[in-house]
């Protein structure tokens, strides 16, 4: 199973194993990592699960859809270019060894 | 031993509150006793990617079983309180299996049932009720086999159903009483919008149409008759009349009740100091204006009014203000709404109904306070941004699409 590490808002890094299909953010908030809320649950709704994908991850993991995009931009933290929000980043073994700076500010 | 404080509920605002407890480096005893079989999960999903398939059980999880043993919180499942017993110092809660609990506060996060529907034939088999994951799992048992889904009640959670179930290639039909759709929430554009939408996409939708009886063969339900006689042929039905929050224990406990929701204020308190309530369960003052009573069904109040509870718990007063905000996923529309517009005197409409893709903003005395956004999520997040920083966008420019909203906003 793919792990993945978060920097949390408060330095700490901690790495979690997925389960395959996973989103990122679904991996983050069962395991209590701090700082991804998720209100939403998933549903691209809440732009409150917001991270910065670490830069040599960012071509695997790809551009945010249109809606995402969308929703990035009413993101609380700033956006930048590896701004992602990680209930829509599902896990998978290619993505082995992710890094994701999580955003300090959600809402 | 450090202080104990029992969580009556185990659904989103009591998994918010034991969170939040420990966040807050709460070193006492944590205890959640739910009447569920399941630990705390997600409910929107059950009207959405649970029932079409796309999520399984374990996804719907809050948080997973090895997190509440590593936090210290014991999660009891599958065990109603069924009274509360009070000494001078603390209190006592029992459970249907006849467990007794002790504790020195007490949050109450009881959610709501589904409304029940009081007509003949409504215990045959296949006419369902959809707010847990036993419910979800009852319809989703019967789903492939279903060819005609008729759903009672145009509410989120209805009109949700009914998008699954015609994108899964079902006869669906939507019987609703009152005249127009979501109309305790939305405007009559927002209304008339989501019926011809779903009119577009093949279901059936019946406005001003009461429900006579359920009709069945070998105690299964097979149609549904409506008051002029008409049966609509019918697998499953879904009734989806909104719910009636769960006071019963409060009641119990003599606490201030508003019909059946309980009565807290901005720091979710019920009228005994010692106990605390967030959630469906309650009724509150406008968490924007401080005004009136209003309950709010939704994830978004269930967490932030949870982190209050958790504080006041704390002894830490901190006054409820949010931005409520809300969502419904129906086929390829995107339902968005932030603020409160009941009580509204003006909507301006933005963007193009036809198109799927618009806004309908609400004014007060010429204020921005509410927006519903349909696959339009700039709109919406400009709106839920400027309500939370207590600003407005003027009324008389808010239609041009040329301009985005947030180039709007003013204080
Ligand atoms: C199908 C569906 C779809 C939804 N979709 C959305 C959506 O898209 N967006 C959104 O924002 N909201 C949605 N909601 C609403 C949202 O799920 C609720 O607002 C939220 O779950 C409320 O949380 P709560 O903790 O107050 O109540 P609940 O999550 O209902 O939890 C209360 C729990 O307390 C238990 N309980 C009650 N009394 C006792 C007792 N005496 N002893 C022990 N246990 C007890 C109940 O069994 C229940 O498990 C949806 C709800 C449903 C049912
Ligand atoms: S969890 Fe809400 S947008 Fe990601």
């Known amino acids: 199973m793919p792990n993945v590490t978060y920097i949390q808002p408060d330095g700490k890094e901690v790495t979690i194993e997925a389960r395959d299909g996973d989103s990122v953010m679904e991996t983050a908030v069962r395991n209590g990592v701090k700082g991804i809320i998720a209100e939403c ?27 995402e995009d969308d929703m990035l931009d009413g993101s609380a933290e700033e956006r930048n270019a590896c701004s992602r929000l990680s209930c829509q980043i599902k896990m998978n073994a290619d993505l082995d060894g992710l890094r994701v700076r999580i955003a300090s500010e959600q809402v | 031993m450090g202080e104990r404080i029992l969580i009556v509920g185990a659904g989103q605002a009591g998994m918010q509150i034991a969170v939040s407890l ?78 007794e609990v002790a504790f020195d506060k007490l949050a109450l996060t009881t959610g709501a049932d589904a409304r029940p529907m009081d007509v003949e034939g409504v215990d045959l088999d296949g006419v369902l009720y959809l707010r847990g994951l036993a419910d979800a799992k009852a319809l989703k048992s019967r789903w492939d086999a279903a060819a005609n889904v008729v759903v009672i009640g145009g509410g989120f959670i209805g009109l949700e159903v009914a998008a699954v179930a015609r994108k899964n290639g079902k006869t669906t039909t939507i019987v609703h009483r009152s005249e127009r759709l979501m109309s305790r929430v939305v405007s009559p554009t927002t209304s008339k919008f989501f019926k011809e939408a779903h009119e577009r996409r093949g279901t059936t939708v019946l406005l001003n149409t009461q429900v006579s009886r359920f009709v069945g063969g070998g105690g299964k339900v097979t149609g549904v ?4 006689g008409t049966v609509i042929p019918a697998d499953i039905v879904m009734i989806g009349i909104g719910v009636i929050p769960r006071g019963d224990l409060a009641a119990k406990l003599g606490l201030e009740l508003k019909n059946d929701s309980i009565v807290v204020d901005e720091f979710a308190r019920t009228s005994n100091a010692r106990i605390v309530a967030a959630g469906d369960a309650v009724v509150m003052p406008h968490p924007l204006t ?11 109040n269930a967490v932030d009014q949870a982190k209050v509870a ?23 529309m995107k339902l968005q709404m932030a603020g409160i517009s009941t009580g509204y005197d003006e909507t301006v409409l933005r963007g193009n109904p036809d198109e799927e893709k618009f806004s309908v903003i609400y004014y007060r005395d010429g204020r921005l306070i509410a927006i519903d956004s349909v696959n339009e999520v700039l709109d919406y997040m ?16 808010a239609s041009d699409t040329s301009v985005k909203l947030k180039d709007m906003v003013q204080d």
């Not at chain 2, 569920?36 to 029932?51: N, T, V």
């Not at chain 2, 065990?79 to 009070?86: A, K, N, Q, T």
């Not at chain 2, 008759?225 to 002029?228: K, N, Q, S």
């Open chain 2, 290 to 300: 401080g005004e009136g009573q209003v309950a709010l069904e939704s994830v978004q």
């Open chain 2, 225 to 228: 008759e409506l008051a002029d």
């Open chain 2, 382 to 397: 400009a709106v839920r941004k400027a309500l939370g920083a207590g600003q407005t966008i003027p009324s008389d420019t």
């Open chain 2, 310 to 332: 958790a504080s006041t718990l704390m002894g830490v007063d901190h006054e409820y203000k949010a931005v409520p905000w809300f969502w419904s996923d129906q086929d390829t």
């Open chain 1, 41 to 67: 649950g998933g549903a691209c709704a809440c732009a409150t699960c917001h991270v910065f994908v670490d830069e040599a991850f960012m071509g695997k993991v790809g551009e945010p859809g249109p809606l």
């Open chain 2, 22 to 99: 420990r966040d807050a480096e709460f070193d006492g005893t944590i205890t959640m006793i739910g009447e569920e079989a399941h630990g705390p999960y997600q409910r929107p999903p059950l009207s959405k990617a649970f029932l079409a398939g796309e999520s399984d059980e374990e996804s719907l999880e809050l948080r997973s079983p090895a997190f509440y043993v590593e936090n210290n919180i014991v999660v009891i499942t599958d065990e109603r309180v069924v009274d509360v017993r009070w000494d001078a110092a603390h209190g006592t809660a029992i459970t249907n299996t006849g467990r």
